[in-house]
């Protein structure tokens, strides 16, 4: 069981990505989900959070505004819109789910399901 994300790239800054993430042999319907982002020797820092039933969100302060987390539950997808990327935003990006269990939706080590990450770089 695990996540997959897919839809990272190289852009320029100023540009737009989208981000794709979805469960093999897992339903995403019942979980939280979070997307984390990890640069070059740093450490993996939250960007956004949806809940179960979609209807509520939360990012980081350093993408509010400019990301938007979405699910499709037809598809068991989540997407993280991206737009008026920045150098910054340079990471490997990651999909996580977290169960019932999950109190403290900004750190990793509560999320059970993980993906292997995609690579967007922002630079021109």
């Known amino acids: 069981v695990k996540l997959v994300e897919s839809g990272g790239d190289l852009v320029q800054p100023g540009r737009s990505l989208k981000l794709s993430c979805t469960g093999s042999?897992?339903?995403?319907?019942?979980?939280?989900i979070g997307w984390f982002r990890q640069a070059p020797g740093k450490e993996r820092d939250w960007v956004a959070w949806?809940?179960?039933?979609?209807?509520?969100?939360l990012y980081s302060d350093s993408v509010k505004g400019r990301f938007t987390v979405s699910r499709d539950y037809a598809k068991n997808m989540i997407f993280l819109q991206m737009v008026s990327l920045k150098p910054e935003d340079t990471g490997v990006y990651f999909c996580a789910a977290g169960d019932s269990t999950l109190t403290r939706i900004f750190a990793p080590d509560e999320y059970k399901y993980w993906g292997q990450g995609t690579q967007v770089t922002v630079s021109s």
């Open positions: 949806i809940s179960p039933d979609g209807t509520n969100s």
């Open positions: 042999r897992l339903t995403l319907d019942y979980y939280d």
